[in-house]
Antibody
């Protein structure tokens, strides 16, 4: 059974950097074809894909946010970390991590963590 | 960036009725399209992958069709637990989501 869980601060100030950790079980990020992605959802709004890291350390970022995002993995700890710099109140959202299987789709997802950007 | 446009924004139906949700891509995504269901306070759940393949454990009343730029998610007979928001997603070029269709009880 694959499970993922996001962790990190719930409140951050504008201009600060957000660091989120996705801790997973039930799969290995060293298995060919596997990846972990990050997706966010502002309150009451749609989903927005942010970043994805593959088993071979290939990394992909949303073009609109690329300059502010960094995704890394620690295969031995079964963790993926996302950092978002230069936070603004519009970055307030629930942040999800999700398993990207060999089929290419996000399944399953973590429960999400709500991050509020406010002074 | 490939833009996915979902319609309608809200669909008001009664249990037992048939629901048809549309997703249109700004350029061809071949069959690289998925559908997710999201209930309040929950994470999205994969329903359909590659335009028409039901994910594991998804009831047969859910079906997907289409290719290229026009896709449809059909729920043949709505159950009470099906009232939720549905998102389409493409992975042909990068990854993008539609803005969602809310299926509400009439």
């Amino acid at each position: 059974q694959i499970t993922l869980k996001e962790s990190g601060p719930t409140l951050v100030k504008p201009t600060q950097t957000l660091t989120l950790t996705c801790t997973f079980s039930g799969f290995s990020l060293s298995t060919s074809g596997v990846g972990v992605g990050w997706i966010r959802q502002p309150p009451g709004k749609a989903l927005e894909w942010l970043a994805l890291i593959y088993w071979n350390d290939d990394k992909r970022y949303s073009p609109s946010l690329k300059s502010r995002l960094t995704i890394t993995k620690d295969t031995s700890k079964n963790q993926v970390v996302l950092t978002v710099t230069s936070l603004d109140p519009v970055d307030t959202a629930t942040y999800y991590c999700a398993h990207r299987g060999r089929g290419g789709w996000f399944d399953p997802w973590g429960q999400g963590t709500l991050v509020t950007v406010s002074s | 960036e490939i833009v996915l446009t979902q319609s309608p924004a809200t669909l008001s139906l009664s249990p037992g009725e048939r629901a048809a949700l549309s997703c249109r891509a700004s350029q061809s995504v071949s069959s690289y399209l998925a559908w997710y269901q999201q209930k309040p306070g929950q994470a999205p759940r994969l329903l359909i992958s590659d335009a028409s393949n039901r994910a594991t454990g998804i009831p047969a009343r859910f079906s997907g069709s289409g290719s290229g730029t026009d896709f449809t998610l059909t729920i043949s007979s709505l159950e009470p637990e099906d009232f939720a928001v549905y998102y389409c997603q493409q992975r042909s070029i990068s990854w993008t989501f539609g803005q969602g269709t809310k299926v509400e009880i009439k």
